[in-house]
């Protein structure tokens, strides 16, 4: 296993007295640079390239950096598979402020899937001059005649390629950040490029800025929250790395703990906001809503992605050894995230609204996988990620594809009947919908039997958030099969609805995304075994 | 006095933080707030540096400060962003959310 | 434990700061706000310094309260001084709800940090003046750019990303040619409007008057004498006043007159 990069402590010199340089494995760090440096070379693009070849530029170079980017750590992966068959255990000397072990390997690999998967769908132009989904001019006042200049004079929002690409390097570094702080840097990474991509939609510009500011408010108090909890934790253990806390946590004594309890705490909130669980879910429906499309599904897919990752290594690595003091809040949070999420869908009337609510009633279920405490629960959260991630990225894509007048149609009734005039649409999203449902040959089935079967056998609690989350399944089924039988057995007089022709990029990322539903719904041992091989963390 | 006196300060000025963030309509106010909450950190790290007898504590506070600078510069553009929006008469000022 | 002198000095600024900071929840104008929010900063960077954090303090004085501060006021100034709080609740209940849980946030914290006792201060004395006499700043910097030298160069993609971000949302790029006052002027008289120009705001004795109208002949404001902008923003001051003030003026210089 390779600790990315440490210091050493080196006995007897006092830390901050002596500059102790950091050492660098720079292969291991090598996805990430690249992804990072071709972000900044898109700043340069920018800056530098004619308005006219900017979009191809920006979208090729883009493309090119993530595919690189993921090679890079398929080589990586593999090395680091022979490399850890005879590995020894490092001893508390070296201290990684990034940690690429195995889980870590698995989820930057998703990620930069799940960011290929994005940028295909970002990127659709349909016939426009710069991408559909974004605004031509982001500083242009809504509905204004500055706006209808910049259309006319092609300029477009290409800025939105690197941002997403900063936001890709802090998904990949959140999850393997091996200290606090690092973990709070790299949470700002992710979240600043989010705030500004999710006010720049094209359409319905008020309400896209207005979400981008709830989402930055909510988003800057919630990491409030977990830096607060991080000042703690440091006075509690004098350190912010995880190893570290971990190893304060049986030498300390109880004059202590309300330094540690309210800190790990604190720190939840912060992380839990991340993945929209209840209480701290009220940002989630208005921003996937407002955001544009795309956005909202690479967002629901990778932020997700990210910081259930963040939660694993904080819980596995840091905080485990003291888990009788929080983990019954934490599984009373995983049942309400389940409970409300799955309710609430019932009365949703927006396809986007609908799809935000079950993205929450999904982070209960990814929850109580969380909370199994052992390997299989790690493997099963993975598997379960991958899963609900592609499934999302391929069912907004769809979403963005139904128009009317031009502009998206996310409103329920007016997918009334789409199943009689574009049957292969709403085919591939009726299947996506019983994949969220977790009907059998989906990967939804999968991956739910992947995190409650360890939660089964990890106690009375783990059973109890079972029994929730069977029940909240079912009510969302309900949800679900409502909206299919809304498409295919409802008539509507509605013709100006229209499944619009997507380009080959779209194409590929919805079809990518329905097909590798189905495979994990069919086939899931492959990724099922991959999961479990990478489920150990450092410690 | 001992140390624990500034935490409990600390404190104090982040739970103040987190109230103006719950109770102010103002975004900019309600922004404010949150800058309070991280000045709020930044004593409690700068206190805990001092009680361990590291330095880390106060790197700490300097990082946040780069962080919470970038996040301002940020917030503040989208908070104008909105401003320029409301005061010109607006297309779709219908159906817009709760904020 | 601490001096006395530290003693006093945490008693003083720390009672000011909680009050400046509770100004914050309820000052009704955001610039007032904001000053209160200025003066917790630079306390905060008082305190610093008698925390041994020297590098630390003079850094909150300089670039919290200097840039960051200063940025929020100019927002403030950009978005209208006058922008004060609507005290409308959105959802019912909500301001007692947000009392309720701040209120249970600090018991709470309270409650758990009350029943901590800190390990014996270590104190920074051996670290802020080591042997080689570098102080405060050397120790820091030596933590900057060697355990934490990850994070320092991690927020560099959060700069780029802001100022990304500020132009994104932010600066306009002029996509038609800026006419020059020449243009202007021609244009005027082709479409016959304003030959003449706009007329200028009213100008009395007694006010700046920029944001008052000046009056037509009949006695009604113009409209179209003062700036767009502070319309919209309801700071256009009513010339009212100062028309009834000339008109008694003038009734007093003619009975003068018939006198």
């Known amino acids: 296993m390779i600790p990315a990069l440490g210091a050493q402590y080196l006995g007897a010199q006092l830390p901050g007295v002596d500059l102790v340089p950091a050492t660098f494995n720079y292969a291991a760090l090598s996805p990430i640079l690249v992804v990072l440096g071709v972000a900044t070379v898109g700043v340069l693009v920018e800056a530098f390239v004619p308005l006219r070849s900017r979009y191809a530029a920006q979208v090729g170079l883009t493309l090119a950096g993530l595919v690189a980017a993921f090679l890079l750590l398929v080589l990586l992966a593999v090395n680091h598979q022979t490399a850890t068959a005879g590995l020894k255990v490092l001893g508390g000397a070296v201290l990684g402020s990034v940690i690429i072990d195995g889980p870590a390997l698995f989820l930057q690999g998703t990620i930069l899937v799940f960011a290929i998967l994005g940028v295909l769908t970002m990127a659709e132009r349909l016939g426009g001059v710069g991408a559909d989904a974004f605004t031509p001019m982001g500083s242009a006042t809504p509905g204004s005649g500055q706006e209808a200049l910049a259309l006319r004079a092609g300029s477009m929002t290409s800025e939105v390629f690197p941002l997403t690409l900063f936001a890709v390097a802090g998904m990949m570094l959140f999850p393997s950040a091996g200290d606090l702080l690092t973990m709070f840097i790299s949470l700002e990474v992710l979240s600043l490029p989010l705030y500004l991509l999710t006010g720049l939609a094209r359409r319905r510009r008020l309400i896209s800025q207005e979400a981008s500011l709830k989402y930055f408010l909510l988003g800057a108090f919630s990491s409030a929250f977990f830096l607060f909890g991080t000042a703690l934790l440091y006075g509690y253990s004098g350190s912010v790395y995880l190893p570290d806390i971990a190893a304060a946590i049986p030498q300390g004594g109880s004059e202590l703990n309300g330094l540690l309890v309210p800190g790990v705490f604190l720190v939840a909130v912060g992380l839990l906001f991340k993945v929209g669980a209840v209480p701290f879910h009220s940002w989630i429906p208005d921003v996937y809503q407002g955001a544009p499309t795309p956005v909202t599904g690479f967002m629901a897919a990778a932020t997700k992605l990210a910081a259930f990752g963040a939660i694993l290594r904080v819980v596995y690595v840091g905080i485990e050894s003291a888990r009788w003091q929080w983990s019954p809040a934490i599984a009373v949070v995983a049942i309400l995230t389940m409970v409300v999420g799955a309710v609430l869908s019932v009365t949703q009337t927006d396809v986007k609204r609908l799809l935000a609510y079950s993205s929450i009633a999904h982070a209960g279920f990814i929850l109580v996988g969380v909370l199994a405490f052992d390997r299989t629960g790690v493997s099963g959260v993975m598997f379960y990620l991958v899963s609900y991630g592609l499934t999302t990225i391929a069912a907004f894509a769809i979403v963005g594809l139904v128009r009317a007048d031009g502009a998206e149609a996310t409103h329920l009734s007016q997918w009334a009947g789409l199943g009689r005039r574009h049957p292969w649409t709403a085919g591939t999203f009726a299947f996506l919908l019983l994949a969220f449902a977790g009907i059998p040959l989906t990967s939804g089935f999968t991956a739910k039997f992947a995190v409650f079967e360890p939660a089964l056998r990890s106690g009375a609690t783990g059973t109890i958030m079972v029994v929730v989350g069977l029940l909240a399944s079912a009510v969302t089924v309900f949800v679900y099969v409502r909206i299919i039988v809304l498409m295919y057995f409802t008539d509507s007089q509605n013709d100006a609805v229209a499944v619009v022709t997507p380009s080959v990029m779209t194409t590929i990322a919805i079809t990518f995304g329905a097909a590798m539903t189905l495979v994990l719904g069919v086939w899931p041992t492959e990724l099922l075994q991959l999961s479990a091989s990478a489920s150990q963390f450092l410690r | 006095m001992s140390l624990s006196h500034y935490i409990y300060l600390a404190t104090i000025l982040f739970s103040i933080g987190a109230v103006t963030v719950l109770l102010r309509r103002n975004a900019i106010i309600v922004f404010m707030g949150v800058e309070l909450m991280l000045n709020a950190t930044n004593l409690a790290f700068v206190t805990f540096a001092r009680v361990h007898g590291t330095l880390d504590g106060q790197v700490i506070a300097l990082f946040v400060m780069v962080v919470a600078a970038a996040e301002v510069v940020v917030g503040l553009a989208i908070i104008m962003a909105i401003f320029r929006a409301r005061r010109s008469a607006s297309v779709d000022s219908a159906n817009l959310m709760k904020l | ?259």
């Open chain 3, 1 to 259: 434990m601490t001096g006395t002198g530290e003693a006093v000095g945490f008693w003083i600024l720390g009672t000011l700061m909680v009050v400046a900071a509770l100004g914050l929840v309820f000052v009704r104008k955001a610039v007032h706000a904001a000053l209160c929010m200025a003066f917790v900063m630079i306390n905060l960077g008082v305190l610093y310094v008698m925390e041994q954090a020297e590098f630390l303090g003079i850094v909150q004085i300089f670039v919290y309260t200097g840039a960051v501060m200063m940025l929020f006021l100019f927002v403030l100034m950009l978005v209208g001084i006058d922008s004060s709080d609507s005290i409308v609740e959105t959802i019912k209940g909500q301001r007692v709800a947000g009392y309720v849980l701040g209120l249970g946030l600090a018991v709470v914290m309270f409650l758990a940090l009350g029943s901590i006792t800190l390990p014996a201060t270590k104190g920074l004395e051996a670290v802020n003046n080591p042997a080689d006499g570098g102080g405060n700043i050397s120790g820091v910097a030596f933590l900057v750019f060697g355990k934490y030298v990850w994070a320092f160069e991690l927020t560099s993609a959060l700069l780029i990303t802001a100022a990304i971000g500020a132009m994104v949302l932010a600066h306009r790029q002029r996509l038609t040619e800026k006419l020059s006052q020449r243009e202007w002027s021609q244009r005027r008289v082709r479409e016959n409007t304003y030959v003449a120009g706009l007329p200028a705001p009213g100008v009395y004795a007694r006010h700046n008057a920029v944001d008052t109208p000046a009056l037509l002949p009949d006695g009604t404001p113009s409209e179209l004498s003062v700036s767009r902008v502070l319309v919209s923003r309801d700071q256009v001051a009513t010339p009212i006043t100062f028309h009834a003030a000339e008109q008694a003026i003038e009734a007093e210089i003619e009975d003068g007159s018939a006198r």
